[in-house]
């Protein structure tokens, strides 16, 4: 069985072919990063125009990496939420149009729950990725990190799952975002913090959030708490706007503040994810979404969880369709049952 899986959600325009819910065939990514970038952040509107642009010819290369045509596709995931609205409705209009036009069972797929999946690929016939040997073994913890989300999940079985705990402000991915634009790093953030960090000492104490549920997460805190720093750095106080701090910050200065937030904001995420797994003892651990290609986090993880962890190639952390088209598998394979292509309309609010 194989399955065609789009996704749209920000800024990346996605498709790819899965088969056997373990093979990757096809895997397209086209991304509008570079016209965010001058921004800092995604622009709505210029995400959702360059979608219009890129879908069909994302499917179309998608579809001939995979050497297959349409009379091999036996359905269509397609991610309805959470995500931009303007963004996701150019994919799920573009697949509820698929689904009709080649008469395809059609599956709503939640972005989130989509991140999970990426790491049940274990073999492709494309060059240039690193895949676990192993699919992961339930009950499996997952720790969900991105630009718009953090959260631990446990899941007994595919589909039935609980939410441990989440984040009660900031996604971690957002707060890499925000830091890396107070200290006039690249957007995305994330790399960009990581290579400063390796120049730097994680030498400034950062405060990490103190809250009554274990397993929810604050970044917004820690964002304040380097604004704070920061200004602290350059001897101005707390009203010394944050737009004017990089070009007064030392290269020097920007690196050891980014291995400070680096190492707190791991810290935090490897020390709850050890509770958990510690609380819940699962099969298998796994971390998915654009913050687990954070090599910093992959190591503290492996070094302090009491359990072997297989790491997904990281072109699959960030936005793909094949994270979309492997859930979209296991949707067609344990008969849930399909959207109506009629219908189906982006949730951009969308929770797991
Ligand atoms: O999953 P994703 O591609 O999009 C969302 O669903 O949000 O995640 C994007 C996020 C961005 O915030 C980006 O800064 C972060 O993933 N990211 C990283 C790294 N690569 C991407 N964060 C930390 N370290 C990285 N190497
Ligand atoms: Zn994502």
Redesign the pocket.
């Known amino acids: 069985m194989t399955i065609l899986g789009i996704e749209s ?2 800024d ?1 325009t996605a498709a790819a072919v899965v088969r056997d819910g373990n093979l990757l065939l096809g895997n397209v990514v086209a991304s509008s990063m570079e016209l965010h970038a001058p921004y800092g952040g995604v622009v709505p509107e210029i995400a959702a125009r360059s979608h219009i642009e890129a879908i069909i010819p994302t499917i179309s290369t998608a579809l001939e990496q995979a050497k297959t045509n349409w009379a091999d596709i036996d359905g269509i995931a397609v991610t309805y939420g959470a ?1 931009l609205s303007g963004s996701l409705l150019v994919g799920v209009l573009t697949a509820r149009t698929l689904a009709i036009i080649y008469n395809k069972p059609l599956y709503a797929i939640n ?2 729950e989509g ?1 999970v999946y990426a790491n049940f690929l274990t073999k492709t016939s494309l060059p240039g990725y690193d895949l676990p040997a192993e699919q992961p073994e339930f009950p499996m913890l997952a720790l969900i ?5 953090t959260q631990l999940v446990y899941f007994t079985d595919h589909f039935t799952y609980r939410v441990l705990g989440q984040t009660l402000d900031d ?4 707060a ?2 925000k830091v ?1 634009k107070m200290l006039g790093l690249a ?5 960009s ?2 290579v400063a960090a390796a120049k730097g000492k994680a030498k400034f104490p950062l405060p990490t959030a103190k809250l009554s549920a274990k397993y929810n997460f604050s970044f917004s805190g820690l964002k304040t708490a380097v604004l704070r720093l920061a200004q602290q750095q350059i001897g101005e106080d707390y009203g010394f706007p944050s737009s004017k701090l990089a070009e007064r910050l030392s290269e020097a200065q920007k690196a050891d503040i980014s291995a400070s937030f680096l190492t707190t904001a791991i810290d935090t995420l490897v020390g709850k994810t050890l509770l958990a797994y510690l609380e819940y003892k699962p099969k298998s651990v796994v971390i998915a ?3 687990a ?5 992959r190591q503290q993880l492996s070094k302090r969880l009491p359990i072997a962890i297989a790491y997904t190639d ?1 072109k699959l ?3 793909n369709g094949a994270m979309i088209a492997t859930l979209g598998w296991y949707k067609h394979a344990k008969n849930q049952t399909p959207a109506d292509p009629f219908s189906l309309s982006p949730k951009p609010n969308l929770v797991m």
């Open positions: 959600s920000c990346e995500g972005h989130v991140h990190v991105s630009g718009g989300h996604a971690v991915g957002e890499f975002d890396a957007y995305p953030g994330g790399p913090i990581q979404g654009g913050v290609s954070s090599q910093p986090l990281v952390c960030t936005d």
